[in-house]
């Protein structure tokens, strides 16, 4: 019998489509621009988008509404990064929330099918003191020789009867809203979305989905619980005040690996490194003889991995996102044990593992003026706004701006949403960073 071959998981690409106009809108996917919240009455902490190193305030790279198959939340992703070169290659650098904002027609579901649980208990109650009362009296008419007493027949089989079997709540679907079924990557150009979803939230309900019973809350869950909450204290007050690049659109396409021979933009930038792949491993040759090679000789950056990471990008080389929760990520050169450390943590919240979600590709850094605003920063630094500080000691701690060979993303595979269902939650969630020289 042959053996089957696994299918590889679909990857979705966000490729540039253009200036955002008028950036107002939470339920789209894109590069740069001003954070978009879901209820912009309670935004985030200053903490989601403060460098950790610097202490200033970060930018927005990248922000996405992904809602998940089944689930109840509005969900939004946002990708921070500082633009100074000297906080790049440093943990806190960069930074990913998830947010959570419940769908109204699921909310209002669940307040309904509470109610509906509250009045069947009050029925249940009532039918119970109605029981024992003509239990009661069945006893009395019982000394009188009455067989039957009274309650007989249908009318006072109340105490010890079978309850009626509930109608299931949520039978009669809600209306769906639109916006919480529409995918990652929804965009106004009606591009093909991430992660298309097949059920609305309130059919979660009718299928027995409900708010779970709450559970006595551990020590542990409670420093959780306060750690989390820190990213609600001192709420980013003007979202317009925080520094942004101009947002751009991103438009959603399947990944396809058979066009390599369609492909019409340069590489240059990559074929340098694979040239110089092949070059070094001719001189290693030379100079080692019939010796066997090792692959540490080779610059760190210059590896299988990135080798692999440069000829899928090949395919579609102006890919700025890659998307696929629960999917393999491209790593960009061979992982460090603190970075597989980060990958397999389990969530801190529930304790679940995380998956792979997302990974930015360093196209980001060719749309993203990054560099032009780290100049700009860097002349008002020049002006006389850092006192006691050479020139040449500014222009190596700006440099170029933020730097990166590609941002990875993992997530709660449980899509936890710690506290009361209606809260608006903001949860931080692990990010790995990989450079040209990693």
Known sequence: MSKQVKKEATILLGIPDG????????????????????????????KVCTCRICGEAMYLIFQSYVPLPDSPYHRVLYVWGCNKRSCMRKDGSFSVIRSHVVDPAYLKAQRQKEEEKRRKEEKKKAATEAAMANHQKFQLGDVWGNATGFGSGNAGTGFGMKKAPATPFGATPFGTVPSATTPFGATPFGTTPFGTTTKTAASVVAGGKG???????????????????????????????????????LYIDEERTDNY??????????????????????DVEETWGG??????????????????????????????????????????????????????APCPYCRGPRVFEFQLMPNVLSILPTTDYATKEQDSVGKGKVKNIDTKTVLESWN???????????????DCHPGQLEDVRYIEEAIVVQYETD
């Open 291 to 344: 010796e066997t090679y090792e692959k540490q000789h080779l610059p760190r950056g210059v590896d299988k991995q990135f080798k692999k990471f440069t000829e899928r990008v090949e395919c579609a080389p102006s890919q700025c996102v890659r998307y696929g929760f629960g999917a393999q990520p491209l790593f960009y050169g061979s992982l460090q044990p603190q970075q597989q450390e980060k990958m397999t």
């Open 400 to 414: 170029v701006g933020m730097e990166f060979g590609t941002i990875l993303v993992f997530v709660c595979q449980k």
């Open 19 to 46: 200036e955002i106009k008028d950036d107002t809108d939470a339920y789209i996917t894109k590069l740069g621009g001003l954070p978009v919240w879901l209820d912009p009455q309670t935004p985030p902490s200053t």
């Open 211 to 249: 708010h779970q019973p709450k559970k006595k809350t551990t020590v542990d869950e409670k420093a959780l619980m306060e750690k989390m909450s820190g990213l609600t204290v001192d709420p980013i007050e003007d979202t317009l005040s925080l520094p942004h690049f101009p947002g751009h659109y």
């Open 261 to 282: 021979d369609a492909m019409g933009i340069d590489m240059s930038r990559y074929k340098e490194y694979l040239d110089m792949e092949k070059d070094l491993m001719m």
